[in-house]
């Protein structure tokens, strides 16, 4: 087992060729024993020594003091080693506790104390040689098992440290990947911290050697090995501090990265708050076109409406013209009637003509004869009685011809009611002919006026057509920008993610770089501290050596047959290789830390290139948006206007209707007076039909109120004929009644 004191002592004479790590205690009548160490003994380097006589008895009485300051050396390099930060066991154990700083260990110790250098970040091999005499025995009984029991507890913590590792190897594999180059780093040190031991060593036996007494030439050259040493150590320390300073900058370029960091998550959160709003602007876009497109369907439903109520409209209108034609035809059979009813009274006109002349000729006759009657009768009362028998015979002749007479006037009043009757019928027909004339004129105007209102009710369905398919383009367009514009938030929103992503990155990639300087800091005080322990334990081990020259008497012809070989070029090559290696091994982190850190600048500086990217999409993404809502604004303005025009024409035609319906009432009057009249006459298949119209349409009576001398001519029409026909009825029935009452 390994002491706990690391006091300098002096191998006998025989040959370090064993390859052990342990520390054997040989029970013997000298002072001293061996101790062998695979760290410090190699093929190539073998060192010998001879013990001078006087040497034992001094070690001896000066080993309670080396002691104590040894293990107080050994104290304060076991602080500097659990300053080093140790790994972190995350397994399901849970036996290490960690703090902001600190870790507290609470597993039980390891065996050894290598394995437990190696988990601190450094390999320090101890290398002592002691002598006891038999009463100390106890003392370093004591002092042994103490050791044992801190080996036992190393041994376990790194037993623990072991499987923790593999835990976390199995289930993380970047731990693994970094524990694994931590690793190789440590065995890349070790050898460093064995040549520095070995540097230490070889201090001390020239110090041991200086104390045993060499020649003056001989102290003098290894004063000039340890001014070299010195030098060395010098050179290693201003290294030291210009990796210090690389790292101090190192230190500071990473925290202007971590500014910069900063200032580029607060661009991303701007960005990101810019994408929330374009979202909130195209839901809002969105349930604008939503509104729009329930507003176009409204307008393509009063659309159809319109078309509709046209189509209906030109039902009418046809309804309509077939009713006036039929009315037409019947008016025409009514004339072709009222012409061979004309024909036959010109015919009775001629007969009563003919009767008329028989009638003035039988009323001269008559006259003729009553003028030659009265004279007879005058003649008769001078002879009645003689001329009695000839009167009788013309008396009754008389009466007959008066009977002819009476008769022939009664035709003849008949045929003068007849005319009358046929000179009514004939102004009535006249007038009913003058009325068709007149409806057909209208009839003709409301065609007309309808056939404008149905060209400008298809104009106006054009405009609305043509209003309608551009807001359809308006708003198909308005769709597709909206879709596009999505698309675009929709990457601007991947993007965000992206960067996200990269700052994140980028910041793990800062926080690796962190914990690698942090470790490399910290290897650099361990390595700091390891160097001063070094210091402390050469000055002790020379101010022993001085202490051990001022009381042991020089005796330079004891010394002279005791002399130390050592290959001075081999120690210079090994010291200068130590050397190197760790220049380039600190140089190397640097580097490692210095292109770590450049390339986090370089992620840093992609990852703001592409946030101005994002910047400028969305900025133009937000023109394209302010271009479609402008669209949307017009083509709602636009459906408004059609709206309102809609609006308009609907009023106009239901206004029109109104004025239909109120005109209807005035026509009734003249209907009833044709149907009196045709009552009189005998025929009432025209008034019938008169008043059996259809409803005219109102843009018909629009029309026809439109047009200033159609209305009252109409009205005038109708005045004339129910005054014309009224006393025509009275002298009618005047004339009828007397000779009824004959």
């Keep these: 087992?390994?002491?706990?004191?690391?006091?300098?002592?002096?191998?006998?004479?025989?040959?370090?060729?064993?390859?052990?790590?342990?520390?054997?205690?040989?029970?013997?009548?000298?002072?001293?024993?061996?101790?062998?160490?695979?760290?410090?003994?190699?093929?190539?380097?073998k060192v010998t020594n001879k013990i001078p006589s006087s040497l034992p008895t001094k070690v001896e009485e000066k080993k309670p003091h080396l002691l104590h300051q040894m293990h107080a050396c050994q104290l304060s390099l076991r602080d500097t080693w659990q300053k080093a930060p140790a790994p972190l066991n995350r397994s399901d154990s849970g036996k290490y506790l960690r703090t902001d700083n600190m870790f507290v260990d609470t597993t039980t110790p390891i065996e050894s104390v290598k394995v437990a250098?190696?988990?601190?970040?450094?390999?320090?091999?101890?290398?002592?040689?002691?002598?006891?005499?038999?009463?100390?025995?106890?003392?370093?009984?004591?002092?042994?098992?103490?050791?044992?029991r801190e080996i036992s507890e190393c041994k376990w913590q790194a037993e623990a440290a072991e499987a923790a590792k593999v835990s976390l190897s199995n289930k993380y594999e970047k731990t693994k990947k970094l524990i694994e180059e931590l690793e190789h780093q440590l065995e890349r040190a070790q050898p460093e911290e064995l040549c520095t031991m070995k540097d230490l060593e070889f201090v001390q036996f020239i110090a041991q050697e200086t104390e045993e007494g060499v020649t003056s030439d001989d102290s003098i050259t290894g004063r000039e090995k340890l001014n070299i040493i010195k030098e060395q150590y010098n050179a290693v320390l201003s290294k030291l501090m210009l990796v210090?300073?690389?790292?101090?900058?190192?230190?500071?370029?990473?925290?202007?990265?971590?500014?910069?960091?900063?200032?580029?998550?607060?661009?991303?959160?701007?960005?990101?708050?810019?994408?929330?709003?374009?979202?909130?602007?195209?839901?809002?876009?969105?349930?604008?076109?939503?509104?729009?497109n329930v507003e176009l369907e409204l307008a393509h439903s009063t659309c159809h409406d319109a078309e509709q109520h046209s189509i209906g409209m030109s039902l009418v209108r046809n309804e309509d013209c077939l009713t006036w034609e039929s009315d037409l035809r019947q008016a025409e059979e009514e004339l072709n009637q009222l012409v061979k009813e004309l024909s036959s009274v010109e015919e009775l006109k001629s007969m009563l003509n003919t009767s008329s002349g028989l009638l003035l000729k039988v009323n001269n006759d008559l006259a003729a004869y009553m003028e030659a009657k009265l004279t007879e009768e005058a003649q008769e009362k001078i002879t009645q009685r003689s001329m009695h028998n000839e009167v009788v015979l013309p008396t009754t002749e008389v009466e007959k011809c008066r009977m002819r007479v009476d008769k022939v006037r009664d035709e003849v009043h008949a045929?003068?009611?007849?005319?009358?009757?046929?000179?009514?019928?004939?102004?009535?027909?006249?007038?009913?002919?003058?009325?068709?004339?007149?409806?057909?004129?209208?009839?003709?105007?409301?065609?007309?006026?309808?056939?404008?209102?149905?060209?400008?009710?298809?104009?106006?369905?054009?405009?609305?057509?043509?209003?309608?398919?551009?807001s359809r383009n308006g708003v198909l367009e308005l769709q597709k920008i909206m879709e596009d514009t999505a698309q675009e938030a929709d990457k601007a929103k991947s993007t965000a993610t992206e960067a996200q992503e990269q700052l994140r990155k980028a910041k793990d990639d800062m926080e690796h770089a962190?914990?690698?300087?942090?470790?490399?800091?910290?290897?650099?005080?361990?390595?700091?501290?390891?160097?001063?322990?070094?210091?402390?334990?050469?000055?002790?081990?020379?101010?022993?050596?001085?202490?051990?020259?001022?009381?042991?008497?020089?005796?330079?012809?004891?010394?002279?047959?005791?002399?130390?070989?050592?290959?001075?070029d081999e120690y210079h090559s090994l010291v200068q290789k130590s050397h190197h290696q760790a220049e380039e091994l600190v140089y190397q982190r640097t580097a490692a830390a210095i292109a770590q850190a450049k390339r986090a600048k370089e992620?840093?500086?992609?990852?703001?290139?592409?946030?101005?990217?994002?910047?400028?999409?969305?900025?133009?993404?937000?023109?394209?948006?302010?271009?479609?809502?402008?669209?949307?604004?017009?083509?709602?303005e636009g459906k408004l206007a059609m709206e309102q025009e809609l609006r308009e024409w609907r009023e106009e035609n239901m206004r029109r209707r109104s004025a239909g319906e109120a005109s209807k009432p005035e026509l009734k009057p003249s209907n009833a007076s044709h149907s009196v009249i045709a009552k009189h006459s005998g025929d009432t298949k025209g008034a019938s039909k008169e008043g059996s119209n259809p409803t005219v349409h109102p843009l018909s009576d629009i029309s026809a109120r439109s047009s200033p001398n159609g209305s009252p001519l109409l009205d005038k029409t109708?005045?004339?004929?129910?005054?014309?026909?009224?006393?025509?009825?009275?002298?009618?029935?005047?004339?009828?009644?007397?000779?009824?009452?004959?």
Excluded at 130 to 142: A, G, M, N, Y
Excluded at 605 to 627: D, H, M, P
Excluded at 722 to 740: D, G, H, N, V
């Design 718 to 742: 109708k005045k004339t004929k129910i005054l014309s026909f009224f006393p025509r009825i009275i002298m009618f029935f005047t004339r009828k009644s007397p000779r009824a009452v004959e």
């Design 1 to 45: 087992m390994e002491p706990s004191s690391d006091s300098t002592t002096v191998p006998p004479s025989e040959e370090n060729t064993r390859s052990t790590s342990e520390t054997y205690v040989q029970p013997q009548h000298t002072s001293l024993h061996n101790i062998q160490d695979d760290a410090f003994c190699s093929d190539s380097e």
């Design 514 to 568: 962190k914990t690698c300087l942090n470790t490399i800091e910290f290897r650099l005080q361990a390595v700091l501290k390891e160097m001063e322990a070094a210091k402390e334990s050469e000055r002790l081990a020379l101010h022993a050596l001085r202490s051990l020259e001022s009381e042991l008497p020089i005796n330079t012809e004891e010394q002279g047959s005791q002399m130390l070989t050592l290959d001075l």
């Design 244 to 292: 210090k300073d690389e790292s101090r900058k190192v230190q500071e370029n990473y925290e202007t990265l971590l500014i910069e960091r900063d200032i580029s998550v607060r661009k991303a959160q701007v960005a990101l708050a810019m994408a929330n709003d374009t979202m909130r602007n195209v839901e809002e876009l969105t349930v604008e076109l939503n509104k729009l």
């Design 603 to 636: 992620s840093e500086s992609c990852s703001l290139s592409r946030l101005n990217e994002t910047y400028r999409v969305l900025q133009q993404r937000k023109q394209a948006l302010l271009a479609a809502t402008e669209r949307a604004n017009k083509a709602t």
């Design 415 to 470: 045929l003068d009611v007849a005319a009358a009757s046929l000179k009514t019928e004939l102004a009535k027909e006249e007038g009913a002919l003058a009325a068709m004339q007149q409806m057909e004129a209208m009839s003709s105007i409301t065609a007309a006026s309808l056939k404008m209102e149905i060209q400008l009710a298809q104009q106006e369905l054009d405009a609305v057509q043509v209003k309608e398919k551009e």
């Design 117 to 148: 250098a190696s988990r601190f970040g450094g390999s320090i091999n101890w290398r002592t040689c002691r002598t006891e005499p038999k009463q100390d025995s106890r003392h370093v009984i004591l002092e042994l098992d103490r050791l044992k």
